[in-house]
């Protein structure tokens, strides 16, 4: 079992940025990879970057050279960095963890970026 706590989400203008958390309940080298995605209403959840136990790191075309996800395994927490963010950002962003067959989620963070 793996609890996800996300934090980090708000309202800003297009340019800006801001940086979610997700905090894990275990070591974060137990789990064999975390990611952030992102979902609106009425579309599928898509994949925003994900980060392996090894330290890959993997993200979306429409986000990379903007977004970057990083980890810290002392704190067994997972960032995802967003700069330059654009109104089509918005979304709820959801932390996911995944331990062999199983994935986790966190509660989502609601990310809103006004034109």
């Known amino acids: 079992q793996v609890q996800l706590v996300e934090s980090g989400g708000g309202l800003v203008q297009a340019g800006g940025s801001l940086r979610l958390s997700c905090a894990a309940s275990?070591?974060?080298?137990?789990?064999?990879?975390m990611g952030w995605y992102r979902q609106v209403p009425g579309k599928q959840r898509e994949l925003v970057a994900t980060?392996?136990?090894?330290?890959?790191?993997n993200h979306a075309d429409s986000v990379k050279g903007r977004f970057t996800i990083s980890r810290d395994s002392a704190k067994n927490t997972v960032y995802l960095q967003m700069n330059s963010l654009k109104p089509e950002d918005t979304a709820v962003y959801y932390c996911?963890?995944?331990?062999?067959?199983?994935?986790?989620w966190g509660q989502g963070t609601q990310v809103t970026v006004s034109s």
């Open positions: 980060i392996t136990k090894g330290g890959f790191t």
């Open positions: 996911n963890a995944r331990v062999n067959l199983s994935n986790y």
């Open positions: 275990r070591s974060i080298f137990s789990i064999n990879v």
